[in-house]
């Protein structure tokens, strides 16, 4: 019989904190990283690849658990499109075939809210029947609504394997950084003049605490993860004291092309909508029916989060 929990991508920010969190169970714990942090008590350790389906296949095979988190994904846009897609799409499907092999029983996935994609017609707030439309111009979504789309498949042709699916929000905790973070620490808070931009925040324990449920216990099924409510940029921009410009859609995309043509930056004038029609994440389902509530609402886990930032 199988035993155990294995993580993928137990190296980095959320992976390491879960693993710490699951450490006083009795199960076994194993973690999978492409680099090889000391492990903790009680954590076996392995490097690997999740692109190598074949090192996958045998690493599962021998460990055997009884439940695989996949972590491992890209976690910033703007990189190599190629590569994204051989980590998140073809990582994934290594994955789902390395629990087929090993009779795994369940598979806990971190999808992202960026499925729904970033429309104008997006419903506010998107609930989980809503339609996954990851815009093709902006790889990291497209990439997740791809993932979807092939756990959708699994789930149709090979049942036995369950699946829990979150579609986390902007994860917020200290010592995060990241795109989305970079918005808030500039002299000023810019953002899209005839745009409120509203941010869905989940603090990154939260996240933790609704992996660690879903290992033991919860059903099945696909489940938004955020935080209650909601922050416009001019709201945050209030909250920490900063100015708020919001600047036409027509001259950022400008400023974009510009500088994307000049080699500054890799975003191009696509990425206007990131900001024009924020996906706000709607958790009825999570508290409902998955039965995990939330410990912070989205203001709260911003607040957290900016309160722990170094002086």
């Known amino acids: 019989m199988n035993s155990g929990i294995l993580i993928t991508g137990a190296a980095g920010f959320i992976g390491a904190a879960l693993l710490r969190h699951l450490q006083d169970g009795l199960?076994?714990?194993?973690?999978?990283?492409?680099?090889?942090?000391?492990?903790?008590?009680?954590?076996?350790?392995?490097?690997?690849?999740?692109?190598?389906?074949?090192?996958?296949?045998?690493?599962?095979?021998?460990?055997?658990p009884r439940v695989v988190v996949h972590l491992a994904s890209v976690v910033a846009a703007g990189g190599d499109p190629k590569l994204d897609?051989?980590?998140?799409?073809?990582?994934?499907?290594?994955?789902?075939?390395?629990?087929?092999?090993?009779?795994?029983?369940?598979?806990v996935v971190t999808s992202s809210g960026a499925a729904y994609g970033y429309h104008a017609d997006n419903p506010v707030p998107l609930r989980e029947?809503?339609?996954?439309?990851?815009?093709?111009?902006?790889?990291?979504?497209?990439?997740?609504?791809?993932?979807?789309?092939?756990?959708?498949?699994?789930?149709?042709?090979?049942?036995?394997?369950e699946q829990v699916v979150f579609r986390p929000c902007?994860?917020?905790?200290?010592?995060?950084?990241?795109?989305?973070?970079?918005?808030?620490?500039?002299?000023?808070?810019?953002?899209?003049?005839?745009?409120?931009?509203?941010?869905?925040?989940?603090?990154e324990s939260d996240v933790v605490a609704a992996l660690a449920r879903a290992t033991k216990e919860g059903p099945p099924g696909i489940y938004n993860l955020a935080g209650d409510g909601a922050l416009t940029l001019r709201q945050i921009a209030a909250r920490i004291g900063k100015t708020y410009l919001a600047i036409p859609p027509n001259?950022?995309?400008?400023?974009?092309?510009?500088?994307?043509?000049l080699g500054l930056t890799e975003l191009g004038p696509a990425q206007v909508l990131f900001l024009q029609y924020r996906p706000v994440l709607d958790n009825k389902r999570l508290?409902?029916?998955f039965g995990y509530v939330p410990t912070y609402s989205s203001a709260a886990a911003f607040d957290r989060y900016w309160k722990a930032r170094p002086a």
Request: aromatic share 8%; hydrophobic share 45%; glycine share 8%.
């Open 27 to 64: 199960e076994p714990l194993i973690g999978l990283d492409r680099r090889l942090p000391p492990a903790p008590p009680g954590v076996s350790f392995h490097q690997a690849d999740i692109r190598d389906r074949a090192a996958l296949v045998k690493l599962f095979t021998e460990a055997k």
């Open 85 to 107: 897609h051989a980590i998140d799409v073809g990582g994934t499907e290594n994955v789902l075939h390395a629990c087929q092999a090993a009779n795994v029983r369940r598979l």
């Open 129 to 161: 029947e809503d339609a996954l439309r990851g815009n093709d111009a902006f790889p990291y979504a497209r990439n997740k609504r791809l993932v979807e789309e092939l756990l959708a498949r699994w789930r149709q042709d090979y049942g036995l394997l």
């Open 170 to 203: 902007t994860v917020l905790g200290p010592g995060v950084g990241n795109q989305i973070t970079a918005i808030f620490e500039r002299s000023m808070v810019t953002g899209l003049a005839g745009a409120s931009t509203p941010f869905s925040f989940v603090a």
């Open 251 to 261: 001259v950022m995309k400008a400023a974009l092309w510009l500088g994307n043509t």
């Open 287 to 289: 508290k409902t029916e």
